[in-house]
């Protein structure tokens, strides 16, 4: 198994291509934040859609076996909804426009909380469901996320500078659980 830093078989140390898959993460992201803004609408509802049949194809399965990994499964789709909703509505009441870093409550996890808890959400919904399309969508939607969730990431370090280089140091890109986990034993 190679290490970070340590070379491997297509002759380049492993951090620089982790440096290109962070890179290509980022390009992405440009990407479909620019079809975003292009096609806003059309862009979520796809995005919704994707989940909406998740969801279908989750909720079908555990009518017809509840096994423990389709209950893990629901823990953690139920845990990205809530996310997703927290978020949402904090969002509502210190909207972008007002220009302002916000570190609280779900960005006090992660620092894209809507975007995790849409990807644990999905990732959730896959293990319900244990079906290869849904585990296709459930791929397809992380990737979105991340690279979108990438992007932002640069775009903030540009607006906000130091704050925000300060904030990324202390709060994770990605990653409820981690997140809630490192939020407990931070110190204050």
């Known amino acids: 198994m190679a290490q970070l830093g340590s070379r491997s078989g297509a002759g380049e140390p492993a951090g620089r291509r982790i440096s290109y898959l962070a890179e290509a993460l980022k390009a992405v992201g440009r990407i479909i934040a ?22 279908v ?45 916000v570190t609280n409550g779900p960005f006090a996890v992660v620092r894209h909380p809507m975007y995790s808890g849409w990807a644990l959400a999905a990732i959730g919904a896959a ?22 969730s990438c992007a932002e990431d640069e775009e903030n ?20 659980i981690t997140g809630c986990v490192r939020s407990l034993f931070r110190k204050k």
């Open 157 to 176: 370090a540009e607006v906000f500078g130091g704050d925000y280089l300060a904030y990324s140091r202390e709060v994770w890109l990605t990653g409820i």
């Open 34 to 55: 620019a079809l975003a803004l292009l096609r806003f609408r059309t862009v979520f509802w796809a995005l919704r859609l994707c989940m909406a049949a998740e969801c």
């Open 57 to 101: 194809m989750a909720v079908y399965a555990l009518a017809f076996d509840f096994e423990i990994t389709r209950l893990a499964g629901a823990a953690l789709a139920a845990i990205g909804a809530v996310f997703v909703v927290w978020t949402h509505e904090l969002v509502k009441k210190h909207p972008v426009s007002e220009g302002r870093l």
């Open 127 to 148: 293990m319900v469901s244990r079906s290869w399309p849904a585990f296709v969508l459930a791929a397809l939607q992380v990737i979105v996320m991340l690279s979108v």
